[in-house]
């Protein structure tokens, strides 16, 4: 095509050949009518049909004929209306354009893509094209390289819905090259292809999770029958037993040897073959579940250019979530549904009730008693709990309730032994930080108030340990009482383990476990009703939050933790739980608004904890100091924080990434290390490329996010990023989330723009979704709450996932904006955000 | 031998790879099935009336202290139940995931 001055009565030129066309496609389907009618009279006279009849045979005719000429004239008519098309481009442009044949990018770019997105030109779009086609086409081929994503190429195909046919049909009208042509056909050919991989992959997964209902089926059946005897007969055997050793003690006072009742009662006994057999079978059906979900993920992992240790670990959390979950704990949980009969379903219910009703460390400390009563077995629950140290004791108290044979141990002799070694650590560690600070006081380096606070500080902290040594010991006496010897001292020592030393490790059966950790003091008495409630809620960086984002995290955790029961709650932990994030962060001095420098700089991996007095302690990762901010007595702030603050947006993140590490293999080893301590923060480093100063990314991103900026780049620097991918296998890349964020923020800034007067947003963000659902249902919704019902339905739609409801694990259900967060996480890991952005 | 022993449910089913929260969330739920499936077997074994006694029980307080109190009563093999219970969750769940992506 030309380039160049275009006479203006050219403009419309292809216009009116289409009209032509159609025009002359209407003369002949009146032809053909007439025809069509000349040879249905002719027919109908040769059949012997009546003139009515005839008649009604052509009005037949005459309807379908009629519906095609109508088509037609649409076609006319739409065409037409292109020349109705709301103008876009300015006199002065297209002046510009008819006079020097000069277009600005923008134009071109408009035009471009319209054209992919098929939508019409106006008509001075179309004289541009029409002088601009070659240019126009290379800025589409242009375009249609970038996309070399897979999913895109396929989402775009489908959008396009054009068979190959079609195309070769059409190649005249659809005005594109050969290539262009070629590629499409290709891209077709692929989007079958991998069409047909998909229908059967899906076809294998129904095969095999039909497997494995039917096997589970057959297997509950068979159970069922088993477990109800063996249950049955060894009651009875135990009342037997009971009864026989009595009387035997009776009859043989005299002896020094005691007659044991010897029969005992066998699984194998009641369990038959054929439970074996189902159970395999299941077992078997349930692997392959596994195996397939593994091999999915493996090879998703895998095309997203995972490989080697990276791969290894993040299949490994799948193993240890994904796939967990599905074969065991729901699967388990299905077998228990069907085992609850008619006439249990009363008193399960109240069961369950209660369960639900527990706060969470209730329900971890059970967990820890059945586990631990188990322990003589060999079951151990590992440092897990560990967070729960004192209300796992409490717990075992009434675990040891259920342990026969009531061998007292001697688990306290051994505190001090275990004790001692943690406290040379303790001793040498307070005294090098109390040299120190002798000697920077001594070079005036610290002022003397801040040097006796300090001192204060260690001082409290020895006589805080020396109390919980006396209590702990009182403690252990009193839970390990009951508990069989040696093995329940080391379930013990495992529930006495920190998390944080968890990994890899096993207890030192040796030295006894390690209780350097504990920071709490049992409680005389220790029942669960009197015992601190936790021992550490923490709330991490490690998604890129600023200080609100955290907190409103360490809140999350704490109502989880505690439920409804706040009645022995610290007051700090009723305070945390009750004030907005907001409020909270400018009352520790986190976020001073309208401050150029207006928000903390939150390190990755800097944290915020409860401990279990109601200690609130922030830890600078970039520091490695930690202070109290609030004490648990009441709900003051103690003592606020003193870092750097920044002058990003409110949400004041810096990523972990210091001077230092940004030494290429000193990052390697970061990154390493993360890997293997998965209970760590994963970063987002990319190896290939020398990271730049993380403010200023941030700092843009704030920007970007003021503007309305178009965040495609972003998206797909992220997706480029071979880091993010380990973490887009196990969550998304702590700068995915914060991104996600700012979409978070900028759509509820658009469906609630007067949140900061009315507060609308502020009402319902904490409610759940269900409601607001039943609201609707109702018609009773109001009108500021309907965008934001549309809004979750759409996210319901997009992302295929529903908000969380209460459950016997999680009682506590999903609120508005946690959904809102998690969907567009979910979101943007499908690759779909651009469709739920407001 | 402890060590042996030691092996536990936590590293055997690789929850301690995950964070903390997560570890917290898996042990919950894997805790609540042997819950759930012990009190089934209780209630297979309780008459009638120790079913109503414990029904009252539960509605006026659902502390789990005072529930297996009252059932250690009741049951005098209960902690055999729990026992089995947990292993075999335990055994089960090494099996089949031992066997998953080998």
């Given at each position: 095509m030309k380039e160049g001055k275009i006479p203006k009565?050219?403009?419309?030129k292809g216009m009116e050949e289409s009209i032509a066309k159609v025009e002359s496609q209407i003369v002949e389907l009146n032809n053909k009518k007439e025809k069509e009618r000349a040879q249905i009279i002719e027919k109908g006279k040769n059949l012997g049909f009546s003139d009515e009849e005839i008649n009604k045979l052509l009005t037949g005719e005459q309807l379908e004929l009629d519906s095609k000429l109508i088509q037609s004239q649409e076609e006319i008519n739409n065409k037409d209306k292109t020349e109705t098309?709301?103008?876009?481009?300015s006199d002065e442009e297209y002046k510009e354009f008819i006079d020097n044949n000069n277009i600005s990018d923008n134009i071109l770019n408009d035009i471009v893509d319209k054209i992919k997105n098929g939508k019409q030109l106006s008509s001075r779009e179309l004289a541009i094209h029409a002088a601009n086609t070659s240019n126009i086409e290379e800025k589409i081929k242009e375009s249609d390289k970038k996309i070399q994503d897979n999913e895109k190429v396929e989402s775009a195909t489908e959008k396009i819905h054009i068979t190959n046919d079609e195309i070769e049909n059409n190649k005249d009208q659809i005005n594109v090259s050969d290539d262009m042509l070629r590629e499409g056909k290709e891209g077709n050919e692929k989007t079958d292809r991998e069409q047909n991989e998909k229908e059967l992959e899906q076809e294998h997964r129904s095969h095999v999770e039909k497997k494995v209902e039917e096997s589970r089926e057959e297997y509950t059946k068979e159970y069922k029958k088993c477990q109800s005897e063996m249950d049955r007969q060894k009651l009875i055997d135990k009342t037997r037993a009971a009864t026989f050793n009595i009387l035997a003690g009776v009859k043989n006072i005299f002896s020094k040897n005691k007659i044991e009742y010897q029969k005992s009662i066998k699984p194998e006994d009641y369990f038959t073959d054929k439970v074996k057999e189902t159970q395999k079978e299941y077992n078997r059906a349930r692997i392959e579940m596994g195996n397939l979900m593994f091999a999915e993920k493996k090879a998703e992992l895998e095309k997203s250019g995972l490989s080697g240790k990276e791969l290894e670990t993040a299949l490994a959390k799948y193993k240890a979530t994904e796939i967990l979950t599905k074969t065991i704990v729901e699967e388990r949980q299905k077998i228990i549904d069907s085992k609850i009969t008619n006439e249990k379903q009363a008193i399960w219910k109240k069961l369950l009730d209660g369960y639900r009703k527990m706060p969470r460390w209730q329900r971890v400390a059970l967990s820890t008693a059945l586990f631990t009563v188990a322990?003589?077995?060999?079951i151990a629950t590992g440092g897990v709990f560990a967070g729960y140290g004192l209300a796992s004791m409490a717990a075992m108290k009434f675990g040891t309730s259920?342990?026969?044979?009531?061998?007292?141990?001697?688990?306290t002799k051994g505190i001090d032994l275990v004790m001692k070694k943690a406290d040379l650590k303790f001793n040498e560690e307070q005294d090098n930080t109390k040299k120190e600070l002798k000697e920077k006081f001594s070079k005036s380096e610290v002022d003397q108030e801040e040097y006796e606070k300090e001192i204060g500080r260690l001082e409290l902290m020895e006589k805080k340990r020396a109390r919980n040594r006396t209590l702990l010991k009182a403690g252990v006496g009193i839970a390990i009482?009951?508990?069989?010897g040696h093995y329940a001292y080391d379930a013990m020592g495992n529930g006495l383990h920190h998390v944080d030393s968890l990994q890899g490790s096993s207890v030192d059966t040796v030295n006894g476990?390690?209780?350097?950790?504990?920071?709490?003091s049992p409680v005389a008495g220790l029942t669960t009703e009197h015992i601190?409630?936790?021992?550490s809620i923490e709330a991490t960086a490690?998604?890129?939050?600023?200080s609100i984002s955290m907190i409103h995290e360490l809140q999350h955790n704490l109502k989880i933790e505690y439920g409804n029961n706040l009645?022995?709650?610290?007051e700090s932990v009723r305070h945390i739980i009750d004030t907005n994030p907001e409020q909270l962060s400018q009352e520790f001095g986190m976020y001073k608004p309208?401050?150029?420098?207006?928000s903390a700089m939150i390190i990755s991996g800097s944290s915020l904890t409860m401990d279990g007095h109601g200690n609130l302690i922030y830890h600078d990762q970039g520091t490695g100091n930690s202070i109290t901010?609030?004490?648990?007595?009441?709900?003051?702030?103690?003592?606020?924080?003193g870092g750097k603050m920044s002058?990003?947006?409110?949400?004041g993140v810096e990523n972990n990434i210091t001077d230092e590490q940004k030494v290429p293999e000193q990052i390697d080893s970061i990154r390493e290390e993360q890997i293997d301590t998965s209970d760590k923060p994963i970063y987002s480093i990319n190896l290939d490329q020398k990271p730049e100063p993380v403010d200023s990314d941030i700092g843009e991103m704030a920007e970007e996010n003021n503007n309305n900026f178009d965040n495609s780049n972003q998206e797909k620097s992220v997706i480029g990023n071979e880091n993010t991918e380990i973490e887009k296998s196990v969550g998304l890349s702590e700068e995915s989330i914060h991104h996600v964020h700012l979409i978070y923020e900028k759509n509820m800034n658009h469906l609630f723009p007067e949140n900061d007067f009315n507060h609308e947003w502020d009402n319902v963000k904490?409610?759940?979704?269900g409601t607001l659902f039943k609201i609707e249902d109702e018609g009773g919704l109001n009108d500021t709450y309907k965008p934001l019902v549309s809004y979750l339905h759409k996210l319901q739609e997009i992302t295929n996932i529903r908000p969380r409801e209460s459950t016997i694990f999680d009682p506590i259900p999903e609120t508005n904006e946690e959904y809102i967060e998690r969907a567009l996480q979910k979101a943007q890991e499908m690759g779909q955000l651009d469709k739920v952005k407001l | 031998m402890f060590n042996e022993i030691n092996k536990n449910i936590v590293t055997t089913l690789g929850?301690?790879?995950?964070?903390i929260e997560k570890q917290k969330e898996a042990m919950e739920r894997l805790g609540a099935i042997v819950y759930q499936e012990v009190m089934l077997r209780v209630l297979n074994i309780l008459t009638e009336e120790d079913k109503d006694e414990f029904e009252k029980l539960i509605e006026k307080d659902p502390n789990p202290e005072t529930m297996f109190d009252f059932l250690s009563q009741k049951i005098p093999n209960l902690s055999e139940i729990v026992k089995e219970e947990a292993e075999k969750l335990r055994g089960e769940s090494t099996e089949i995931m031992e066997e998953i992506g080998k």
């Open positions: 009565s050219e403009k419309t098309i709301e103008e876009n481009i322990a003589g077995t060999g259920m342990m026969m044979g009531g061998i007292v141990g001697n688990a009482a009951g508990i069989a476990p390690d209780i350097n950790h504990i920071q709490h601190p409630q936790h021992i490690d998604h890129g939050q600023g009645e022995n709650a610290p309208g401050q150029d420098a207006e901010l609030m004490e648990g007595s009441d709900s003051n702030v103690d003592h606020m924080y002058n990003t947006d409110h949400s904490d409610k759940i979704p | 929850i301690n790879t995950l964070p």
